[in-house]
T-cell receptor, first 117, second 115 residues
Framework: GAVVSQHPSWVICKSGTSVKIECRSL??????MFWYRQFPKQSLMLMATSNEGSKATYEQGVEKDKFLINHASLTLSTLTVTSAHPEDSSFYIC?????????????FGQGTRLTVV | GDSVTQMEGPVTLSEEAFLTINCTYT??????LFWYVQYPGEGLQLLLKATKADDKGSNKGFEATYRKETTSFHLEKGSVQVSDSAVYFC??????????????FGTGTQLKVEL
């Protein structure tokens, strides 16, 4: 099946620094990728839809300037958490759908555990 | 808006016990329904899906039937194993003309299977 890889799997950073998380589709092209945030023992909350070659679409309540999304190619989307604070500590997961196939299965990355100290 | 409601966990079962995890949804039209499984420290994996009413999705001994009349998609397995211990998420994707893949997730149900 299709593979989506996230990097890093986990990261610890100091408060005030920025962290970049990569989401790659390894064996397919994806015009659209999704970024989710998962709090402990809670569901996944969609943060934004990443569109290749255009601006991301953010969900209500998500700060665009804090969570920068770039989808520069058909196989890579990045999420940068800027000026991270302890409350940004969470599990971030991306998903991607093969391009040109309409409503199809979403493939998820393994997630990135961010801890801000 | 769309929503998914799952039974709260954790659910603790003995090996070989019967499993049911309830899931109901609210959505307009005919959404597609999914069950995802998340093992500790990992991302989500699709377990099974159903795209229209009365469809039954099945995989690895798990099954769920899309019930339009009760807006439900309950997950069942006849005999669970320790290796089934994970968090299970019910999700829906609205039917959107021209495509679209936003998923709405339930809160997840943790399953613990003991020997």
């Amino acid at each position: 099946g299709a593979v989506v890889s996230q990097h890093p799997s986990w990261v610890i950073c100091k408060s005030g620094t920025s962290v970049k998380i990569e989401c790659r589709s390894l064996d397919f092209q994806a015009t659209t990728m999704f970024w989710y945030r998962q709090f402990p023992k809670q569901s996944l909350m969609l943060m934004a839809t990443s569109n290749e070659g255009s601006k991301a679409t953010y969900e209500q309540g998500v700060e665009k300037d804090k969570f920068l999304i770039n989808h520069a190619s058909l196989t890579l989307s990045t999420l940068t958490v800027t000026s991270a604070h302890p409350e940004d500590s969470s599990f971030y997961i991306c998903s991607a759908n093969p391009a040109g196939t309409g409503n199809t299965e979403a493939f998820f990355g393994q997630g990135t555990r961010l801890t801000v100290v | 808006g769309d929503s998914v409601t799952q039974m709260e966990g954790p659910v603790t079962l003995s090996e070989e016990a019967f499993l049911t995890i309830n899931c109901t949804y609210t959505a307009t039209g005919y959404p597609s329904l999914f069950w995802y499984v998340q093992y500790p420290g990992e991302g989500l994996q699709l377990l099974l899906k159903a795209t229209k009413a009365d469809d039954k999705g099945s995989n690895k001994g798990f099954e769920a039937t899309y019930r339009k009349e009760t807006t439900s998609f309950h997950l069942e397995k006849g005999s669970v194993q320790v290796s089934d211990s994970a968090v299970y998420f019910c999700a829906l994707r609205p039917f959107v003309t021209g495509g679209g893949n936003k998923l709405t997730f339930g809160t997840g149900t943790q399953l613990k299977v003991e020997l």
